[in-house]
């Protein structure tokens, strides 16, 4: 394996942010050209047999099918809410805590995603949280944003811990790491993991409520300035505290399953009432332009709710009661045993096993879908609002074309990951798949400052397959390995798979799928190059932070302290001026 054989790996991705990111076209076309190069590259350079290469492309469909289903399910409950009127009602609720857009983004995006993440995961804030961004009238833009930027500090605890609990656990469960962790067991271990994880996400995450609050007044403020979301920083700061504190604890002394959801949870208990009585709120109120003024960009093509201030129809408890049937509903079916155990049985299981006689196998899990639930929070809305059948079926027929509108690019993107993973041609003496070509060819360039490097090969991991789950499925035992040759111990390697789980959160913020998802359910359709150009700019802090955490706690180096505390001052002064 050599420079030429890296150089080929990492082609998908530069077609992907070459025509995508730069050159700006749409999703559609950089992704089917992504995917073109990949399937080129596994057949003729990896040696990937073609049994393969078409198993990995139906799988990739199948998965892009279970997503666009969430995505109807989400665009479902939006369209039933406004046909019904309760969307005025919210949009009360929320502007009654604070008519600051900071504030608001704050609560729903980064305390109620993180709920949603906590207790579902796998692009659910996105599907929940962007529709009620823009039905507090936001525009699309910034609420695609806003709820991708979210996507990194709970997502390693998110769907009830599964990034841990199935992909560092996969990872780490050989028998080489046993021997080498010994007398310590592959559970401590990963309990231990669990611990560095909540303390690296909390030390980083802190200020994520800050930059996304300086993002939004940058990119969607009359004056453009990144220092107009700064100057609420006491409010932010305060935020970003009453969600990591209990969220830190919960994983140092209780596991992986419940850090997101009971720290965003406190977190609501915490802020909304503080907000409400103005407690470190700022004293000058953001709001975005008039929508007069809005550019062309921010706004997608669902309908836009009817935003004057005529008395809602119904109560706030009564029009959001939908979406507390929908977090009560995944909270039920992700930690009831019994439950999750028959929705995820072969009785609702399709299960297509060795596609093409390959060794890749697909499922499709439609009852144990967020999709599912949104869907059946959609028809709970004809009895709570009194619908009658033509309004609810119009919201019906709004949801199956943004659907429509949204499947190209997800049927070419997912696809494209996955024959990207399975790239490898599985003999001896092959090359190994192409992101583990990438990965290795990162240690052998980079040992020294491995802590730094490492959290960037999670978020490479989660660009690709659009899962920290997967990306640490990936690399978790890569990340171990590496750790144990440059002569790491055992416990200093369980912060460099921590570091691993860390930047696979922090990739979702600009992976392909979940960007193509996210602006699907509010009606943006290709402009994704714009959103992930945003979310790259937090994407960025997030791994960079998180490496001079790691390689200051690994090393003990004075230097490395310093740096990671000034780099923070450094990014934040430099954004201020812009």
Avoid at 126 to 138: E, H, I, K, N, T
Avoid at 417 to 435: D, Y
Wanted: some cysteine; proline content about 5%; aromatic content about 10%.
């Amino acid at each position: 394996m050599g420079i030429l054989h890296t150089l080929l790996a990492v082609a998908p991705i530069f077609t992907v942010f070459l025509f995508l990111v730069v050159m700006r076209r749409s999703a559609t076309l950089s992704m089917g050209l992504a995917y073109a190069v990949t399937a080129l590259l596994a057949l003729f350079v990896w040696g990937a047999p073609g049994n393969k290469v078409a198993a990995a492309t139906v799988n990739g469909v199948i998965v892009a099918l279970t997503v666009l289903f969430i995505v109807f399910g989400a665009v479902l409950l939006l369209n039933t809410l406004r046909e019904s009127g309760a969307l005025k009602a919210i949009r009360r609720g929320f502007m009654d805590i604070s008519p600051d857009r900071r504030v608001q983004v704050i609560i729903v995006a980064w305390l109620f995603g993180s709920l949603i993440e906590g207790s579902s995961g796998f692009g659910t804030p996105s599907a929940v949280g962007a529709p009620l961004l823009l039905a507090l009238g936001f525009p699309a833009m910034a609420a695609v944003m806003s709820v991708l930027v979210i996507q990194s500090t709970p997502v390693s605890f998110g769907a009830v811990g599964t990034p841990l609990l199935l992909g560092v656990k996969t990872g780490i469960s050989t028998d080489g790491v046993a021997e080498q962790i010994a007398p310590i067991t592959q559970d401590q271990y990963l309990l231990d993991i669990t611990a560095n994880v909540g303390f690296l996400h909390a030390s980083v995450g802190v200020l994520i409520p800050l930059l996304l609050c300086g993002l939004l007044t940058r990119y969607f403020g009359e004056k453009r300035s990144f220092r107009e979301g700064l100057a609420a920083w006491k409010f932010a700061i305060f935020a970003g505290l009453a969600f990591t504190v209990p969220y830190y604890l919960v994983a140092r002394f209780l596991g992986p399953e419940f850090p997101s959801m009971i720290g965003a949870f406190i977190g609501l208990l915490i802020v909304v009432p503080a907000a409400k009585k103005g407690f470190l709120v700022p004293k000058t109120t953001f709001d975005f332009p008039d929508r007069s003024k809005w550019e062309s960009t921010w706004v997608g093509t669902l309908a836009d709710d009817d935003h004057n201030d005529d008395k809602p129809n119904f109560s706030v408890l009564r029009a959001f009661s939908p979406y507390v049937i929908v977090i009560g509903l995944l909270i039920l079916t992700r930690t009831i045993d019994p439950l999750k155990k028959f929705l995820l049985g072969d009785l609702m299981t399709v299960k297509f096993s060795q596609i093409f006689g390959s060794t890749i196998t697909s499922t499709i899990q439609l009852a144990y879908s967020p999709g599912t639930i949104l869907i059946i929070a959609s028809l709970l809305c004809i009895v709570i609002f009194r619908m009658n059948t033509q309004s609810f079926m119009r919201g019906w027929a709004a949801s199956g074309k943004t659907m429509i509108a949204a499947a190209p690019a997800l049927l070419l993107s997912v696809p494209m990951v996955q024959v990207f993973i399975h790239s490898g041609a599985g003999v001896e003496g092959a090359l190994p798949s192409m992101p583990m070509v990438l990965a290795q060819s990162a240690a052998q360039g980079f040992s020294d400052i491995w802590p730094n490097v490492s959290p960037w090969i999670g978020a490479l991991g989660a660009f690709i397959a659009g899962s920290n789950t997967v990306s640490n499925m990936m690399f978790s035992y890569f990340q171990f390995s590496t750790a144990m040759q440059i002569g790491l111990t055992p416990d200093l390697a369980a912060y460099v798979v921590a570091l691993q789980a860390i930047g696979g959160a922090a990739g979702n913020m600009i992976a392909v799928h979940n960007v193509v998802a996210a602006a699907a359910v509010v009606g943006m359709i290709s402009r994704e190059g714009e959103v992930i150009r945003k979310t790259l700019i937090p994407m960025v802090y997030y791994v960079v932070q998180a490496g001079m955490i790691g390689q200051a706690l690994i090393t003990g180096n004075i230097l490395w302290i310093a740096l990671a505390i000034i780099w923070p001052l450094v990014y934040f002064g430099v954004l201020a001026r812009r």
